[in-house]
Every structure is written in C-alpha cells, then in structure tokens.
C-alpha cells in the first residue's frame, strides 16, 4: 500500500464538505450566508472546520493481497474523503468529527482488469465494495455503512478510468470510460465539436459512471431530461463476470440490459465504459426570463410549454419564494428562466413560439433582452447575444445554482439546516400536490423545530404529462452548537418528506436517486414483487453480496447499516 499522494491524481478535495479544499467563500458570500442563517435564528455559535488530525479512525479491519497491495491507500485522507458523500447529514457528521465506519481501504484502480480483481477478492473475503465516482452523492449512496455482516470495506475510486477511449464522429458517440467527471469528458470531447451536454449541479464533482448508477437528470430541462436518452450501450464489471451490451440505436428485443444497469446505484456492478449519444456543440442560443403574476398561471404557461413540441432547452420555473430565495425575485411574483439551443437553426421562430405561449398565460418579459439573445454573435456566429442568456434573471439563478452547494457548510456550521427534496408528479394531479407538499412539509417542520419555516419549489425538468417540482427548505438545527440535534431533526424531516411525496402521488425521487437516505420512499412506491426480481439480479450477478450493501435493496440474510437501521427513528435531543 501507498500514500494518498501517489494514488490519487485529482485536485484535493474538501473532505469533510463540498468542492475544493482551495476554493473558499468570497467576503461577499460569507456575508449573505451569515446574514441569511440570522433569518432562522442560527449564527450564535459557529463550529470551527474539522481537519485531518481532529479524527481517530479505527484501524483497518483487512489487508489486501500482495497483487492489490500498488492499488490501495489507508491514509487518513483518502479514506475521510470515501467516508461519506455530500449530503446534510454527510456534513454534518464530519463537523461532529464522527465517522465510526470510514472504508478499511480505498482502491484506485487504473485498469478494467483491476476492477475485476478487486471484486474477485473481495467476494472471496466477504468484503464489501462501494462504487465511488465524484462522491458527490447527497442521497447516503456511497457510504461504507453496511453492518456487521463483512469482514470489511474497500471503496473503489474509478477516477483513472477518465478517458474518451473512442469517438464516432459519424453516428456521434463516443465510448467514455466511467471515471470521467464532467469536465473531463468535456474537454475530450470538444476537438472533435460534439458534447454529452449533461450539466448536473454536481458536473465537477461526478462522473458518468455515477451519473449511469443513480440515473442522473442534467442540463435539458425537457425532451433529453435523463442520462439514460444518451446512453447507447455499457460495459459493467460484476462480480459473476463481465456484462457489456450491444451498441444499438434502439432496439425491441426483450426487457433492456441496459436499463437494468441504469439506476442500478452500484449493486449490480461497476460500470467501467459506456457509448454515450452525443450533440454537436450549440452554435444558436437565446433566452428569456419570463414573470407571472401567480404560480398558477406560471404552471399553466409551462404547461404548455411542456405539450407544444417545442423542447426548449431550460424551462426552470421559479415559484415567488423560490425567486426570491435566489435573487430573482421580490416574492410576490413567480419566475420562468426560458432558453433554447441548437448547433443547426436560428430560434427566432422557436422562441417566438414559445412568447407567444406565456404571453397567453399572462408572462411578461424584456422584448430587447430577447431580441440581444438571439442576434448573432461577434465572431459572427448564431444567436447567443455575446452571453445574453447568462445575464438578468437567468444568470443570476444559474449563478447561485453552481455555487449553492459552497454555502451548505457554512450553514451547517452556523447551525442551520438547509435542504431539498425532488419528485415528479403528472399535470392533472399539480396543483393539489404543490400545495399538499408545502403545506405538509412546513407543518412537519414546525413540529419538529418548534418553528414556522418556509418551502420554496422550482421546476428542474418538464414533461408533457407533467414536471419534475424541486422543494427547498431550511430550518433552525440548533442555536447551542449542538450538531447532534441538528442530524436528528434532519433525519425526522427527510423521513417526513419522504412519505409525504409518496402518499401524495409523486415519487421519492427524481434524479438524485435513492441510496439510503430515500430507501424508505422507494420501498413503499416500488411494487414488492419487482423488488424481488431485483433481489434475483443481485443474486445472479452478485452471488456473495458485496456491492454497495443497503442501497436499492439489503443482500439477503445480512442485518442493516447503522444509518439504514437508524432511519426515522433518531431522539432528538432536548
């Protein structure tokens, strides 16, 4: 085994939250984000970062094989950094410096080969291995959580496996190997003029491997809403054996291999390649911001939006609290961040269309903002209006979008919870589940923090039978510094959101997945009898349990992690 700096050959991340460990708050931000958790009665203790030296990892419980040995870290740092993945609970309990079940080992594999080999060993010494991509799951999707069951953990860091192995510039694919953050592959891919242009809110921090595991929503906001519209073929290492599909442009015979393997959030296998569909990089861009003067005509408008067959490519629908939350707004006014795009046509008569559309549903906006988004470039290309769709409202929100997730640990720190929830729900049944949601999810709240607190909504994705609504929230943890108490009332929260989404008709989740923070949800919405179908899988290509137990579905006959175990029934303390 080697040290962590000749394993690991990314930027440093910040283990105990999120981005970079050299990427910091500017004055500016801190001081919002201290001004905001005021608003909630945080900030009157703050809990100082956690650093390397503030924890006492327990031992290794296992020693890899002399063949593995190159492979393998134990530093502290690398084994922090695969502890947990990013969600408030992950935080939280780094800013409590309580990790009891860091991974014994931490592999880097730099070959396909390597990957077989450690699930080899691993089935073999009843070791269990959790897939690990960016980390940036905030759903409990790679944590080493996994109960009493195995001898030990090893978590397998794919970031070796980061290239573009193969382009098909004529049927525009291209086989990608599933370590590749999305930066990566985007660079890769841009001398050859074409683009996954899957933008999740994590791209830095995720690769397509993970985003293939949790069925990841990305950058369009319709029409190519799921990794799964460009995923052609995969190639997954399990533990049975290799499993690599057909390369096809569809295809009817029989249930789909791949979608087996998509959403399969590391308990099938380890996806180490995929063909990938691809675009050709946008040339034409235009964009508009759009206010309503009620959330209802703002849905009605978006609505049909989703029906006209226009496919715009953002169609983020911002309810008042939202746009407000977001600098986008005054609060008494909801919001539509409107853009298309395209790498063959002018979209003056898409956009066109589209105005049209919102102006019957009472939408106001900038005629002369729209008209600079769509003329054409400096350099002479399409529209864009020199980045006119990053202006205004639209790069506002897209601005706090990227940098939302650097503000978490401050909030922690301060004492304050701030989460959010996704689900989907079909247009007949909106309105009554909007309301359901936020009525609930306030009431539960206030129960459980003793104070009023608000739920704000946007849209990430629409459909023609309906949207994908995306809940925030934040609430008081604790004005003592008492972490403790903060991660019991998030857990009795997310147990509540959870069954609230469910019993009112949506689904637990969206696009962020399930790992075992949605468990709960996902056992109640998915019917008994696939789930043991799926339990059959796992058994096939995974006789012996290892992979990522407690996600999805437990192995049979093993007992729970502690944190799938302690779901929704944490005390909180007085």
């Not at 073929?233 to 442009?249: K, Q």
């Not at 579905?553 to 799938?564: H, T």
Request: hydrophobic fraction near 40%; aromatic fraction near 8%.
């Amino acid at each position: 085994m080697v040290e962590a700096a000749t394993l690991s050959r990314r930027r440093k991340l910040r283990f105990y939250g999120w981005g970079y460990a050299d990427d910091v708050l500017s004055a500016d931000e801190e001081a919002r984000i201290r001004q905001s958790a005021t608003r909630y009665g945080g900030g009157a203790v703050e809990i100082s970062a956690p650093r390397e030296a503030d924890f006492d990892l327990r031992a290794p419980r296992v020693a890899p094989p002399a063949a593995l040995a190159s492979l393998i870290s134990t530093t502290p740092y690398d084994r922090l950094t695969h502890s947990y993945g990013k969600s408030f609970a992950d935080i939280v309990r780094m800013f409590m410096r309580d990790v009891p079940q860091p991974p014994d080992l931490v592999a880097f594999p730099r070959i396909e080969q390597d990957v077989a080999a450690v699930l080899d060993w691993a089935s073999g010494a009843n070791v269990a291995v959790i897939p690990f991509g960016g980390g940036s799951s905030v759903a409990g999707g790679v944590e080493p959580d996994v109960g009493d069951g195995y001898a030990g953990t090893v978590s397998l860091d794919l970031q070796y496996l980061c290239q573009v192995v193969e382009v098909d510039r004529t049927s525009r694919a291209a086989r990608i190997q599933a370590g590749a953050l999305g930066p990566e592959l985007e660079d890769q891919l841009k001398p050859h003029g074409l683009t996954l242009r899957h933008f999740p809110q994590s791209l830095q921090h995720s690769t397509l491997g993970g985003w293939i595991a949790t069925r990841s929503g990305g950058h369009y906001a319709s029409l190519y809403t799921h990794i799964d519209d460009f995923v052609e073929s995969t190639r997954t290492v399990t533990p049975a054996g290799m499993l690599e599909t057909r390369r096809l442009p569809g295809s009817g015979a029989g249930p789909s291999p791949d979608r087996m393997i998509i959403g399969s959030e590391g308990t099938l296998g380890v996806i180490v390649e995929a063909w990938m569909r691809l675009q050709d990089r946008p040339v034409h861009q235009a964009s508009a911001s759009v206010v309503f003067p009620t959330m209802a005509t703002a849905t009605a408008a978006v609505r049909a939006l989703s029906q006209s067959g226009l496919f715009p490519s953002n169609c983020r629908l911002l309810d008042p609290a939202e746009a407000r939350n977001n600098g986008v707004g005054d609060g008494a006014t909801a919001v539509l961040v409107l853009g298309f795009e395209s790498a063959d046509h002018p979209l003056d008569a898409w956009m066109g269309r589209a105005l049209e559309l919102v102006s019957d549903h009472q939408g106001l906006f900038d005629v002369e903002a729209v008209a600079r988004s769509l003329a054409p470039t400096a350099s002479g290309g399409g529209g864009g209006g020199g980045g006119e769709h990053r202006r205004g409202a639209a790069g506002q929100w897209r601005n706090a979008f990227i940098r939302m997730p650097y503000y978490r640990d401050l909030m922690v720190a301060l004492g304050v919870i701030t989460d959010t929830f996704e689900t989907a729900i079909t247009w007949d049944r909106f309105d009554a589940f909007y309301a359901g949601v936020k009525e609930r999810t306030a009431a539960a709240i206030r129960e459980i923090c003793g104070h009023e607190a608000g739920v704000s909504c946007r849209f990430t994705h629409i459909y023609p039978d309906g949207p994908a609504p995306y809940f925030s929230w934040s609430a008081l943890g604790s004005k003592t510094g008492n972490l403790a108490d903060s991660l019991a009332r998030w857990r009795d929260i997310k147990q509540a959101t959870n069954a609230i989404v469910v019993d009112l008709g949506g689904t637990v989740t969206h696009h962020h997945s399930v790992g075992r923070d949605h468990r709960s949800g996902y056992d109640r919405q998915s019917p008994p009898l696939f789930r043991g179908a799926l339990a059959a899988a796992k058994a096939t290509l995974d006789p012996a349990g290892v992979l990522n137990p407690g996600v999805l579905i437990d192995p049979l006959g093993r007992p729970l992690g502690v944190r799938g175990a302690l779901v929704g029934m944490v005390s909180r303390t007085p």
